[in-house]
């Protein structure tokens, strides 16, 4: 397994409340020249988890930051008009984006939750990570461990 100390939180900048996943974006990733999808798991309107590239692969979520790091996307972003970022997340998308950063930080011992837009001057993942409870959960804190 390779070593990972961050994880990086993306949207796929789809509009808000419309249904799309984890083959919707990995064509998209495709029809950019791109090996496949880059986020090692998206989460569902629903909070479902789909898996994307394998975790024991490097992603391409982060020009730059990708090694050593997992990105995690969830669907939403973008308001209905499919052009303002928001953050459009669902109860459950929360939920189940809370839990998986949690476990990622047990599995892999975790130094740092960011967001995209830490790394790029993007909207993605259309919240501040450092002011979310991503970011701020008990026992860890953005940035610093």
């Known amino acids: ?29 495709k029809e950019r020249g791109w090996a496949g999808i880059g986020y090692h798991a998206v989460v569902l309107l629903d909070g479902t988890v789909q898996p994307g590239r394998p975790i024991e692969k490097v992603g391409a979520h982060v020009a730059g930051h990708n ?5 995690y996307s969830y669907i939403g972003g973008v308001s209905a008009n499919g052009k303002t970022p928001k953050d459009t997340r669902t109860p459950a998308q929360k939920a189940t984006m809370k839990r998986l950063t949690i476990e990622a930080i047990k ?12 790394y790029a001057s ?16 008990e026992g860890f804190k953005a940035g610093r461990r």
């Open 1 to 29: 397994m390779r070593p990972i100390h961050t994880l990086v939180w993306h949207c796929s900048a789809t509009p808000e409340g419309k249904h799309f996943d984890a083959k919707d974006i990995d064509r998209w990733h």
């Open 67 to 71: 090694t050593g790091s997992i990105g």
């Open 122 to 137: 993007k909207a993605c993942p259309s919240f501040d990570i450092r002011n979310d409870e991503l970011g701020n959960l």
């Open 107 to 118: 599995k892999f011992a975790l130094k740092r939750v960011a967001g995209h837009n830490e």
